[in-house]
Nanobody, 122 residues
Framework: QGQLMESGGGSVQAGGSLRLSCVAS???????MAWFRQVGGKEREGVAA????????YHSVFASGRFTISQDGAKKAVYLQMNRLKPEDAAVYYC????????????????WGPGTQVTVSS
């Protein structure tokens, strides 16, 4: 399993941008990493995922065209560039790692970071 740590969250105005980072200090038994978000007690929602080593990227419908996931294999890091942020994007964003069959299904991942807060004001 991996140990993950997110960074880059913060507060922005609607229309602004943030770049989230996630570094895996251990990367045992993972072939994919992803970003999820959660608001309050709601279910974690898949944002974007990436197959490590150039296997492809996947973005949820709401993220397509605004958010971009990328990786740095040498650093075992993934990034989420978020542009044109909306108030409804405000959430705690989590990095996840694992060997999922379904890339945007939270239950498919075995390692999680503690989360980073994103706040978007209107």
């Amino acid at each position: 399993q991996g140990q993950l740590m997110e960074s880059g969250g913060g507060s922005v105005q609607a229309g602004g941008s943030l770049r989230l980072s996630c570094v895996a200090s251990r990367a045992d038994s993972i072939d994919s990493m992803a970003w999820f978000r959660q608001v309050g007690g709601k279910e974690r929602e898949g944002v974007a995922a990436i197959r490590l080593g150039g296997g492809g990227t996947y973005h949820s419908v709401f993220a397509s065209g605004r958010f971009t996931i990328s990786q740095d294999g040498a650093k075992k890091a993934v990034y989420l560039q978020m542009n044109r942020l909306k108030p409804e994007d405000a959430a705690v964003y989590y990095c996840a790692a694992g060997t999922p069959s379904w890339l945007l299904r939270a239950s498919e991942y075995h390692s999680w970071g503690p989360g980073t807060q994103v706040t978007v004001s209107s």
